[in-house]
């Protein structure tokens, strides 16, 4: 009578199928980019903190003292005190006020 098919369920006779036409999707007024903006706003808004807390800061200290390196051995002494300067705010804003105690102001 009726063949098996998809696991056991059973159809008789003949099945016809009905053509199905492709409309396209309709979004809210707020529009594709802004839904995807919306739902992708909460990782990009957490990723960077999560970055920043994960770096120690003997790691911190490091990256800092290679960068004022860097400046130094360019050989330009103004460039070294900003790289300096910024580098020092940096690391105390993120390590309630400590310095790195193995760099040395250029």
Same mark, same amino acid.
């Given at each position: 009578? %009726? #063949?098996s098919l998809l %696991? %056991? !369920? +059973?159809f008789v006779g003949c099945v016809r199928m009905k053509r199905f +036409?492709? #409309? /396209?999707? @309709?979004? /809210?007024?707020?529009?594709l980019a802004a839904a995807l903006a919306a739902a !992708? =706003? /909460?990782g990009l808004l957490v990723a960077p903190v999560q970055? @920043? =807390? @994960?770096?120690?800061m003997d790691q911190a200290c490091a990256k800092f003292g290679g960068k !004022? *390196? #860097?400046a130094v051995a360019s050989g330009d002494t103004n460039k070294a005190r900003q790289v300096y300067t910024e580098g020092s705010k940096r690391v105390a804003s993120h390590f309630n006020g400590a310095t790195c105690p *193995?760099?040395?102001a250029p």
């Open positions: 009578m %009726g #063949e %696991g %056991g !369920l +059973s +036409s492709f #409309e /396209p999707m @309709q979004f /809210p007024s707020i529009g !992708l =706003a /909460p970055a @920043q =807390a @994960q770096m120690t !004022l *390196n #860097e *193995n760099v040395k």
